[in-house]
């Protein structure tokens, strides 16, 4: 197995295999375990259960970048907190030390929502050494980046604003003229929200050379947008 991750360091997880459906179904229990738990708790409960998230998400984050550092696997190129779901674990890292405002929220709730439930729904782990601990890691960084936005949206009585949808989208698209270019001058492959290039998972909604799948994003990603601001401001009957 070693030596074929050496061919193709990137470990990607069919939707339909028994793997990802395991996977996602045990990912889906943890988060309506704890949203439950956080219904039956108080104000100052919940926040102590984002704080000690934030807390974890610090710390894997940090042995991450700790151990690449020490075994010289630290790139440039590859390990800037750059691509959308690590910009949304810094998010959450955040909140350990600052209450979110109501924009921070937004954009986790879009960005970091979204992103994390697609990228658990068709995984790509790019330069999986095989080890349980790297397995493990993709998944509970971009569970927490899912969970957090939704507790706080359940348990914390943040909610989403009128055109929050199409300002996040702005906000969104700022990031990546930011960092398209940035790709190309860092250089090496670097491929910051795969704006160099298309990640390799099998996604129906990652089709077309460069630039063009950047293009079908946007409008696939603002319909996305409104559509979760649609479902999760819907009035109860």
């Known amino acids: 197995m070693i030596a074929e991750l050496l061919q193709n360091p990137h470990y990607i997880i069919d939707f339909n295999s028994y793997e990802g459906l395991r996977n996602i179904t045990i990912t889906t229990l943890l988060f309506v375990l704890i949203l439950i738990l956080g219904r039956n ?27 690449d550092i020490i075994n010289n ?11 959308l779901c690590s910009f949304s674990n810094l998010i959450v890292i955040s909140m350990l030390f600052f209450k979110p405002n109501k924009k921070v929220f937004e954009f986790l709730f879009y960005c970091g929502f979204l992103g994390g439930f697609v990228s658990i729904l068709t995984p790509q782990l790019n330069y999986y050494d095989g080890g349980w601990f790297m397995y493990i890691s993709y998944y509970v960084s971009h569970a927490i980046i899912m969970l957090v936005p939704l507790y706080m949206f ?21 990031l990546m003229v930011i960092i398209l270019p940035l790709n190309f001058i860092i250089g090496n492959g670097s491929n910051y929200m795969y704006l160099y290039e298309a990640p390799q998972i099998k996604n129906p909604l990652v089709f077309g050379d460069w630039p063009y799948y950047i293009i079908n994003w946007e409008l696939i990603i603002v319909v996305l947008f409104y559509l979760t601001y649609l479902i999760f401001t819907r009035k109860k009957i």
């Open 154 to 174: 359940y348990n914390l009585d943040y909610k989403l604003s009128k055109y929050s949808w199409l300002k996040t989208f702005g906000i969104l698209n700022f």
């Open 41 to 67: 708790l108080n104000k100052s409960k919940n926040l102590l259960i984002i704080k000690i998230i934030s807390l974890i998400a610090l710390s894997q984050t940090g042995y991450d970048h700790i151990i």
């Open 73 to 83: 696997n630290w790139k440039l190129e590859e390990d800037l907190p750059l691509h």
